[in-house]
């Protein structure tokens, strides 16, 4: 069957310009998760929906990032007046109970 | 603070050695800890769960011990080739906040034959 997608796979935007990076989980996967991942670290956790509603949103670093699953199955993580710092890969993952399945993630690099 | 550490180096090995990872925590209660797989410009991918009541997991060529009172664990691969090489993650699970994973940063392995 498939797995969690996203897209798109590599992002190049410009300091101070506007993100959205979408994730499709595995079908039936009620849980969501995304993480950011610096070279050299790893995944980082940002945000975890349970259904359409954010559960735990206490990873997100401010307010210039927000996420939405607005059905309970595509997420779109969502990046306002970007940074060079925001550069990372983005990751998703998706889960029915202990095992998360990820995504290929986004590679976000910000001039 | 909460911290959780995994061999810093690289570790490269012959091919048919027996690889062991460490992973090692400060200030985490986990439910339980995983072990994940993680290859260039792809996302992690899930080996192995053991639980705090467990002592020991097997799966094919890998072995996870998880010590709770050394806040340790410990993961082997037995038999290495180089397939094998990648970067391994472990992660506690924290039940409490629905399962979110807090990763270390992972160890590069290399086997060589």
């Known amino acids: 069957g498939a797995g969690v997608s996203q897209t798109p796979s590599n992002k190049v935007t410009e300091k101070g310009k506007y993100v959205e990076l979408r994730c499709d989980p595995i079908?039936?996967?009620?849980?969501l998760y995304w993480y950011r991942q610096s070279l050299g670290q790893g995944p980082e956790f940002l945000i975890y929906?349970?259904?359409?509603?954010?559960?735990?949103d206490s990873g997100l670093p401010n307010d210039r990032f927000f996420a939405v699953r607005p059905e309970g199955s595509v997420s779109t993580l969502k990046i306002q007046r970007t940074e060079r710092g925001d550069s990372a890969v983005y990751l998703c993952?998706?889960?029915?109970?202990?095992?998360?399945?990820f995504g290929p993630g986004t590679r976000l690099l910000v001039l | 603070s909460q911290k959780i550490e995994q061999n810093s180096e690289a570790l490269n090995i012959q091919e048919g050695k027996t690889a062991t990872l460490t992973c090692n925590y400060t200030?985490?209660?986990?439910?339980?800890l995983q072990w994940y797989r993680q290859d260039p410009g792809r996302g992690p991918v899930f080996l192995l769960l053991i639980r705090e009541n467990e002592k020991e997991k097997r799966k094919e060529r890998l072995k996870v011990t998880f010590d709770t009172t050394l806040k340790q664990s410990l993961f082997h691969i037995t038999a290495s080739q180089p397939a094998d090489s990648a970067t391994y993650l472990c992660a506690l699970v924290l039940m409490e906040y629905g399962n979110k994973l807090v990763f270390g940063a992972g160890t590069i392995l290399r086997v060589k034959s």
């Open positions: 200030n985490y209660s986990p439910a339980y």
């Open positions: 929906f349970q259904g359409t509603g954010a559960a735990d």
């Open positions: 079908s039936g996967h009620t849980a």
């Open positions: 993952a998706s889960s029915t109970g202990e095992t998360q399945y």
